[in-house]
């Protein structure tokens, strides 16, 4: 009798046998992309999953309050816990100064209690049999709290100095930079370490580029070549393993060159503080004498695919949380007549209630 023919097509799924191996701070998402954490666990839930590697965030800020460090303290940051290299760029004199102000990872849960009951061992258990589908690398991340992917950080703890002194920082001031060309190419040897490729990504860069507009920088006037600056930033980033983080005052600039600027980012956010004794707000927002400021996300990066990512809301409040955790609120309309507060935008939060302070920077 004739061998059975085996039956063959040209169509097969694409199945990987195994995951691809990651770097500590970096999570797979969909259509293969890679996010990186902006340290705020809350920011991360928003977007998606974090900041994809290859894009470009610009946040704009606001010129009455610097709520925009709050952010760049938390991206650079975790950056540092996760070992991976940063550059800094800054119009202060002293940009390396600054590291000093970043703060430091909260401990984990883990760490507060080594007991565990009988349920954890089971979700331990249930957790090592679905390492061969999730990888190692991030059952070990979720294991050891100093590796976790998105860190809460205590803003009035400063940052041991062995993250600082064990990562390849490099800070550069622009008042030292006579022109771009000089911060250009210190992006490009930058970005020249994290080569992008189909393989296995062992690391990722980080860049932060503060207030790129100020007026103590001799280009602040020069706004087509700062668009070309943000242009090849975006081209430099997008084919390397890393993301860049440009924050810039609106004001500063004419309304066209503004709206060229936000249209050549992959995700756009913008911060603005709050009013003090602002009435219409008190009346209108539950727990406004805990919000320091509001977060807004204008757009959500969109790699490897055309489908937008929807949000529920757009707008977020900014509160610390035992006046030392940012964390991210849904904004809640105020209750009427003792009636419960309808949602204002959402129906629910991104966290748990917090009490909140003053605001050090």
């Keep these: 009798m004739a061998a059975a023919k085996t039956r063959t097509t040209s169509f097969s799924r ?9 770097g500590p701070g970096l999570k797979c998402g969909p259509n293969g992309t890679v ?44 950056g540092l816990v996760h070992n991976q ?10 940009p390396r100064g600054f590291l000093g102000t970043l703060p430091s990872p909260a401990a984990s849960k883990d760490d507060k209690s080594r007991q565990r009951d009988p349920d954890q061992e089971k979700g331990l258990r249930i957790a090592w049999q679905y390492k061969k589908y999730f990888g190692e690398n991030q059952l070990d991340g979720q294991r050891d709290g100093k590796h976790e992917y998105s860190n809460e950080f205590d803003l009035r703890k400063p940052l041991e100095r062995h993250f600082l002194s064990a990562q390849r920082v490099e800070c550069v001031s622009f008042q030292d930079c006579p022109n771009l060309s000089a911060i250009q190419d210190h992006c490009a040897t930058f970005l020249s370490q ?26 602040s006037n020069m706004e087509w070549d700062m668009l070309s600056f943000i242009r090849s930033l975006k081209s430099m980033v997008r084919s390397s393993n890393a993301v860049a983080i440009v ?14 600027w936000q249209h050549m980012s992959d995700t756009l956010l913008s911060v603005k503080a709050i009013p003090d004794e602002d009435k219409e707000l008190a009346q209108l927002l539950t727990g406004y004498q805990d919000m320091v400021g509001f977060l807004n996300v204008h757009k959500v990066a969109r790699i490897n695919t055309q489908v937008p990512l929807i949000l529920e809301a757009t707008t977020f409040s900014i509160k610390l949380q035992k006046r ?25 939060s991104c966290s748990g209630s917090s009490k909140t302070g003053n605001l050090d920077f």
Aim: proline share 10%.
């Design 14 to 22: 694409n199945i990987s046998t195994a995951a691809p191996s990651l």
């Design 35 to 78: 996010f990186v954490s902006s340290g705020i666990p809350d920011l991360d839930k928003i977007l998606g999953g974090g900041f994809p590697l290859g894009s470009l965030v610009i946040v704009m800020e606001d010129p009455e309050a610097p709520h925009h460090m709050l952010l760049l303290r938390n991206f650079m940051a975790q």
């Design 85 to 94: 290299p940063l550059l800094y760029a800054s119009p202060n004199r002293d």
């Design 194 to 219: 994290f080569p992008r490729n189909d393989g296995n990504i062992s690391c990722a860069g980080r860049i932060a580029i503060q207030s790129i507009c100020a007026p103590q920088c001799e280009y």
């Design 247 to 260: 924050t810039f005052p609106p004001s500063l600039l004419s309304p066209s060159f503004c709206k060229r």
């Design 324 to 348: 030392r955790f940012l964390i991210l609120e849904c904004l809640n309309q105020a209750p009427v007549d003792g009636s419960s507060g309808a949602s204002y935008g959402t129906s629910g």
